[in-house]
């Protein structure tokens, strides 16, 4: 059932309700390298509607590693850090995306500002290199690849600062 701010955005007329809802989401979707190139503003408004705003307190747990990966998690204000939970959670990388730690001497593309599908691309890296070490084909690749391994988080992170953020469910989209 939709309360409050999300039903009333609802019940605009549909142009209204997708000129809303571009504003509402215009600053992700202008700086997010997953929505840069999406031009269709019905597909933007649509993905806009499907965003529920995501709160995290200092030293929470975002998600952790094997878990399946059930949402996109677009970070707006905050630091998080992916961790080694076997080395005591010990960083080895921070999100950070307003660029609050970064050194001077660091090149803007240095930074890490995004978490949540990285570790599907890790999961697909991984196969790649499979397949070229062991020169498989189509047939052996289809019979090696695990749709539950590629599905699977990579990665532990946790909150470092309190965290604002907007999660995507991939039951919505898909």
């Known amino acids: 059932m939709m309360v409050g701010l999300e ?9 209204l309700n997708q000129q809303v809802t571009l504003s509402i989401y215009s600053k992700t979707f202008d700086t997010h390298p997953l929505f840069l190139k999406m031009k269709n503003k019905r597909c933007l408004a649509y993905i ?9 307190s200092e030293g929470a747990q975002i ?8 949402t996109l998690i677009i970070v707006n204000k905050g630091i998080a850090a992916f961790v080694w939970p076997a080395l005591g959670n010990a960083i080895f990388a921070l999100v950070d995306p307003n660029e609050k730690y970064a050194c001077s ?64 469910k991939i039951t919505d989209i898909d």
């Open 7 to 15: 039903a009333f955005i609802e019940s605009l007329p549909p142009h």
């Open 63 to 70: 998600y952790k590693a094997n878990e399946e990966i059930t």
């Open 105 to 168: 001497t660091q090149k803007r593309s240095q930074v890490v500002k995004h978490l949540g599908f990285e570790d599907s691309v890790v999961n697909h890296l991984e196969l790649l290199g499979v397949m070229e070490d062991e020169k498989l084909d189509s047939v052996t690749l289809d019979k090696r690849t695990n749709l539950n391994l590629l599905s699977k988080r990579f990665f532990t992170v946790r909150a470092i600062e309190h965290m604002e953020s907007l999660t995507l």
């Open 48 to 56: 806009g509607s499907k965003l529920h705003p995501r709160y995290d």
